[in-house]
């Protein structure tokens, strides 16, 4: 067995451009300070380091670092270099000075003495067709084994070193002093709940039986794994299972999904494969809640969270049921039992609880297991013996090491006998975490050709990672690994979220890339944004830009510009826009300003860079202005209108997949297409569709409500039993004389339904195909409901099964609690000054002008400047998207200031009374 099949890489990216001299990316690193020597093969000679971080953990600060390869120049012209080193490219001193070069390869070399304190490397060149950049990783290469035998070595030491972690070596024999994680594996203090008896006694038995790429060694005898099998299924009471009855059609929902959100670029016949899982499990229902939280019971992050539980609960479900019934696996060994004393015995002699926690009545087990220390000073150990014999004696744990693997953690362990760590080495600790989460199965590190299917792997293909702490803000990392920010939510992979494992993560870009952890570009000048404020125009033709939404059908989706200056960094910035083919080979993103030359196009960039940093304290340039003002109402007339798109209901229900139903009259409805439920009714206006734009964006709409109904939260229909919550899949609607007819499937039987809301009541008209049990409509028996079939007594309506089951359920509209009419308060002001805008989240305010006269609209910007949105006439009524916590001033057509509004966090009216007379 081996765990990567070759000594462990530093970095992985692609060379296909490379010359058969110099078929391997990367330049040849020799760290050398006094007597000890270090040669690595890495990706860019670039870093930063604090004063007592050094190049490598086990070469001290006050080293020597000279980098050696070739250097690719795919267009001749006059280059120049920099850099905190001496520069050598095709012989000649390249720094600071410019050299002429031909296409082709050019050796390089470049040395670095390291002074006391902080030392930053960043190496750049320049020609006259591009900017000042970072090299980037994939213009250098170096010759096939032109390190030597020292280069050889390293590799297998850092092979080693990358296996010592992975394997958790040091949660029994120390990791600390060398600066190496420990990994906390799963906890197993509830893995009764989840797992069979069967599969956990074998899996004791020989882990890698299961699952070949496994790091858990095999540790215990067949009698042990029985009584370590009885204690743990003693420990998780597992939850009352429901019947297993996926269908085909939610199998093939679930394989769906796990192709699409990113689950198989991990988890395939070669690694981590899954085709075992279905025996593994209790249920699929088991497999479904550990997949909703993966970290609760697996807090190292090997396995992320995909699915969020509030509002993705019903998409493990789908991913589970296809593991579970399409992965069937073998059939286990029956477990016949064991003594639970002895497996609670071994479980803490054998060294178990040193990688898992187990608690028993909320009392963690200790560990008894006193392994030999190999971190402390003066340690001795043999790295022969043990763990790491040809053939690990009885009590051992035995991980069925290969040569290559074997030979790695040996190298690494004796060459700490004579090279002590002696310093933190960020750089080795990124790749190496780069490596552990597997960032490269989505990531592209390096520049890559653009894919041959552009038009799909534009939209779907992650952001390279190549140069990221030199593009991306920390903040801005630290947000999207811990925080689940996410940049590109039109994208059906996702992002999956580490949890604490990747803590230290955002800071290790900057340091790997040579950048400042901070940017160090000043703030830029608001009258210099002020002055450009067109020059954003022709960005929000295709990314969303505040409240206006430019996320269309047939264009390739972008980022919301509102997050560029809290994600990027201003030099990336401007690289970006003045070519962005250079950066991305095949991105739809157009090169601006191009008839601009030299400082004036630089100077250009750097005003819209102002215009995105100071934007919510400006106003919308000419052309966006009229449509943020009238907004994008769809209007309802003589017939339904159905309009899909993430919708907010409340200021605490949003509906993600909404099917909102305008009906003539002013009566709305939203449908849930995941819950295949109603989700609420109201009375108003429509939909203000400009967060949406063309019914897709990144934001929610907003409902204009006058009175809102938010059904009791559950499914109401059961079939056969009224106490069991059902299996709901939703199967799409029809339109029969312009109605939508909702059809889903009900525990497998099929059903569709069609709402009508009316100024007194909901009307539910449901057809159930061919039911084989009693048919039951549940509710509370405070609401009270008619219906012209069945019998119907406290909530609970029952109809009998049958075949074209027909039935109608009347519910009078509540008064009371449930009508939702929110007004603000007008504040007068005469010649006080309104307040200042304040920050909040997305809302609407409906205004209505009383004062019989033309008003004008006026909003209070967030630094107190005045931006007029126009005439209200009066009587009339104008529906304005804003954020909870604006301030709209309120003037007559000779700006003599009347009153204002502060928005609330919920669509409010906002009535403009009639003038008083003195």
Not at 709 to 731: M, T
Not at 822 to 848: C, H, M, Q, R
Request: glycine share 8%.
């Amino acid at each position: 067995m081996s765990f990567s099949g070759k000594p462990f890489p530093f970095v992985l990216f692609s060379c296909s451009f490379l010359p058969a001299a110099y078929a391997e990316p990367g330049l040849v690193a020799t760290y050398s300070s006094g007597e000890t020597t270090v040669r690595r093969i890495v990706p860019t000679p670039n870093f930063n380091l604090s004063a007592d971080e050094s190049a490598h953990s086990q070469v001290p600060p006050s080293f020597q670092a000279v980098y050696e390869g070739s250097l690719k120049i795919e267009r001749g012209g006059q280059y120049r270099f920099s850099g905190d080193a001496l520069i050598e490219v095709a012989g000649q001193a390249a720094k600071d000075k410019a050299i002429k070069l031909s296409p082709g390869e050019h050796p390089i070399k470049i040395t670095h003495a390291r002074e006391p304190g902080p030392a930053r490397l960043q190496v750049r060149w320049r020609a006259d067709f591009f900017l000042d950049e970072p090299i980037p990783a994939s213009a250098y290469s170096h010759a096939k084994n032109r390190g030597g035998e020292l280069t050889e070595r390293w590799a297998r030491i850092e092979h080693g070193r990358s296996l010592y972690e992975e394997l958790n070596c040091g949660s029994c024999h120390g990791a600390d002093e060398w600066h190496l994680s420990q990994r906390k594996f799963h906890d197993l203090s509830s893995i009764g709940s989840r797992v069979s008896g069967d599969w956990l006694q074998a899996w004791l038995r020989s882990p890698k039986a299961y699952r070949e790429s496994t790091a858990m060694p095999a540790l215990l005898s067949e009698e042990e794994a029985r009584d370590v099998t009885s204690y743990l299924m003693g420990l998780g009471k597992p939850s009352l299972a429901r019947k297993e009855t996926s269908s085909k059609g939610r199998i093939e929902a679930g394989k769906q999904l796990f192709l699409e959100v990113g689950c198989a670029k991990c988890h395939g016949e070669d690694k981590h494969s899954l085709a075992k899982v279905g025996g593994k499990y209790r249920s699929s229902q088991a497999l479904a809640r550990y997949l909703l939280d993966p970290l609760k019971v697996d807090p190292s992050g090997r396995m992320p969270q995909f699915f969020d539980p509030k509002t993705q609960a019903h998409e493990a479900a789908l991913v589970a049921e296809y593991l579970f019934h399409d992965q069937p696996g073998k059939a286990w060994p029956k477990f016949s039992g064991g003594d639970v004393n002895r497996g609670s015995a071994l479980l803490q002699s054998r060294g178990c609880v040193s990688c898992h926690t187990v608690e028993e009545h909320d009392r963690p087990l200790t560990n008894g297991l006193d392994a030999p220390s190999f971190t402390e000073k003066g340690s001795r150990f043999d790295s022969r013996q043990g763990c790491l014999a040809a053939a690990p004696p009885r009590g051992v744990p035995d991980y069925s090491l290969d040569v290559a693997d074997r030979a790695g953690l040996r190298d690494f362990l004796d060459s700490l006998k004579k090279t002590p760590v002696v310093a933190k080495a960020p750089i080795e600790t990124f790749h190496r975490r780069m490596s552990q989460f597997n960032c490269s199965a989505c990531h592209s590190a390096s520049a890559h050709p653009a894919p041959t299917d552009t038009a799909f792997f534009a939209i779907e293909r992650p952001p390279s990672l190549d140069g990221a702490g030199d593009k991306l803000q920390v903040d801005w990392i630290r947000r999207v690994l811990l925080e689940k920010k996410r940049g590109r939510p039109w994208m059906k992979m996702r992002m999956p979220s580490f949890g604490s494992a990747v803590a230290q993560l955002p800071k290790l870009f900057p340091a790997a890339s040579g950048s400042p952890l901070v940017d160090p570009a000043p703030l830029p000048d608001k009258q210099v944004a002020s002055a450009n404020l067109q020059s954003i125009a022709i960005c929000v033709s295709c990314h969303d830009y505040r409240d206006v939404a430019r996320q269309q059908e047939s264009v390739v989706p972008a980022p919301n510009l509102a997050e560029v200056p809290d994600t990027l960094r201003l030099d990336w910035f401007r690289r970006w826009i003045h070519n962005p083919q250079r950066i991305r080979t095949g991105t739809s993103m157009p090169q601006f300003f191009a008839e601009l030359k030299g400082k004036e196009r630089i100077d250009k960039i750097d005003a819209l860079w102002a215009v995105l940093h100071h934007q919510k304290s400006l106003p919308l340039p000419d052309g966006l202005a009229d449509t943020r003002s009238a907004g994008t109402q769809v209007i309802v007339g003589n017939e339904p209108v159905v309009f899909r798109v993430a919708t907010k209901l409340t200021s605490s229900l949003q509906v993600d997949r909404a099917i909102n139903v305008g009906l003539p009259g002013g009566n709305n409805y939203t449908f849930d297409a995941a819950t295949a439920r109603l989700r609420g009714t109201w009375k108003g206006g429509f939909i203000n569709a400009t967060p949406a734009w063309n019914g897709r964006g990144g934001k929610p709409v907003n409902v204009v409500t006058e009175a809102m109904f938010v059904p009791i939260d559950h499914f109401p229909l059961r079939i056969g039993d009224p106490a069991s919550e059902p299996k709901v899949r939703f199967l799409g609607y029809f339109l029969k004389e312009k109605h939508p007819f909702f059809r889903y499937e009900v525990d497998g039987v099929e059903v569709s339904e069609r709402i009508e809301v009316t100024d007194e009541e909901v009307i539910r008209s449901f057809s159930v195909a061919d039911a084989p049990k009693t048919v039951f409509f549940v509710d509370d028996e405070d609401r009270k409901y008619v219906s012209d079939a069945g019998s119907l007594k406290q909530g609970v309506l029952r109809l009998p099964a049958g075949k074209n089951l027909a039935f109608e359920v009347r519910r009078p509209l509540p008064e009371g609690q449930t009508t939702v009419k929110a007004a603000l308060p007008w504040v007068a002001v005469g010649d006080k000054p309104a307040p200042k805008s304040k920050n909040g989240n997305y809302t609407a305010i409906i205004f209505e002008n009383e004062s019989g006269r033309p008003v004008k609209l006026v909003w209070v910007s967030y630094d107190g400047a005045l931006q007029p949105y126009g005439l209200l006439a009066p009587g009339a009524t104008r529906t304005q998207n804003t954020y909870s916590n604006n301030t709209w001033l309120i003037t007559d057509q000779q700006d003599k200031r009347l009153g204002y509004f502060i928005a609330g966090p919920q669509v409010s009216k906002a009535l403009i009374p009639a003038s008083k007379k003195p």
